[in-house]
């Protein structure tokens, strides 16, 4: 068994389909084999994009689909990236984003691909981590791609399971630009704006002194330059359901020599809370030996809407009920309440 990446990426559709043709999705899905191809994490052998035949249709999608997430078991990745247009109906039974296929005709949703059938196949597959990362219109609206997996989110998870979906989209905004950001170097300037900023930080690598890209730093890589593009594009949303942000999902390219040096442990207690949400492998028992600040650090978790921060919280919660004892407990609980409290 070995880790695959399925790319799907349709373009062309009839001449009365009235679904726009747009060259950089086809750019895009080809790049995005090349930069994969060439990641040691991944290479040729692991990634595959969808010919012209494949996305076609619904069926030669699922078929391919289905093939790859076949072949993938424990400890493995299951990585979908889909590049395409994307529609919504609320009138539909069971309303859900769908996907466009070469097939596709506007207004006609039973020619569209249900992400709810993507959805399943992955789910299904017995890779430990999936990962979507779906780059079209209304991609802000997919929901969570987990079914509950009886995995503790953060950095106390050690089996890595869980599902991420990375859409081009945020917030209200329903709408993804397909045109290309002049601002990138080479072909990548001809991709979808979204696609060609995550391919050149894939490409690059960061400065970040890891080895590997996880699921957090590739969020915070593309949301960083993507703001610091003189383009207004469009921010990036990521939804972890029993994923850690720390989960390595790429190498990082970036010539270690340029990276920034290990960073020490943490000193005030957002810098904890920082580090623990990342799983930057803090060593808790450092923290512990302050009251002061791990009830602090408690309190922070507590009122944070980040993913996995309440499961963090309550294992430290439990570590200092079992390990304060009189005057050091009363100096935890008493930074903890008044923090709560502000």
């Not at 996907?99 to 890779?127: E, H, I, N, Q």
């Not at 599902?163 to 950001?181: F, H, Q, S, Y």
Request: proline letters at 5%; charged letters at 25%; hydrophobic letters at 40%.
């Amino acid at each position: 068994m070995a880790s695959r990446a399925v790319v799907i990426g349709p373009w062309e559709y009839a001449d009365d389909a009235g679904v726009p043709r747009y060259e950089e999705i086809g750019i895009s899905a080809a790049q995005y084999g090349k930069v994969l191809a060439d990641n040691p994490m991944w290479g040729e052998d692991r990634c595959r994009v969808l010919t012209k035949e494949e996305v076609d249709t619904a069926d030669g999608v699922m078929a391919a689909l289905e093939e790859e997430a076949g072949r993938t078991g424990a400890g493995d990745v299951f990585l979908v990236v889909y590049v395409g247009h994307g529609a919504y109906w609320g009138d539909v039974p069971g309303a859900e984003v769908h996907f466009s296929v070469g097939s596709s005709y506007d207004g006609k949703p039973w020619t569209w691909l249900s992400s709810w059938y993507l959805y399943r196949a992955m789910r299904l597959c017995r890779a430990d981590l999936k990962v979507l990362i779906a780059d079209c219109c209304y991609s802000n609206m997919l929901p969570h791609l987990g079914n509950g997996l009886d995995t503790l989110p953060g950095v106390f998870d050690d089996a890595g399971q869980g599902t991420c979906v990375l859409t081009a989209l945020k917030d209200d905004n329903i709408r993804a630009w397909p045109l290309g950001c002049t601002e990138l170097p080479g072909e990548l300037a001809k991709c979808t704006p979204f696609s060609g900023h995550l391919l050149d930080v894939l490409q690059r690598g960061t400065t970040d002194y890891r080895p590997h890209i996880t699921l957090g730093l590739l969020r915070d890589a593309v949301v960083s330059e993507m703001r610091r593009c003189r383009f207004d594009h469009d921010k990036p949303r990521m939804l972890l359901n029993d994923a850690r942000e720390s989960r390595a999902l790429f190498t990082n390219r970036m010539d270690a020599a340029l990276r920034e040096p290990h960073p020490g442990s943490p000193v005030s207690a957002k810098e904890w809370v920082a580090a623990l949400l990342r799983g930057n492998g803090c060593d808790l028992e450092e923290l512990l030996q302050d009251p002061r600040k791990t009830g602090e650090v408690v309190a922070l978790l507590r009122t944070s809407s980040r993913e996995g921060a309440a499961a963090i919280a309550q294992h430290l919660e439990e570590r200092a009920s079992a390990l304060f004892r009189s005057h050091d407990f009363a100096r935890y609980w008493n930074k903890a309440e008044r923090a709560l409290r502000a």
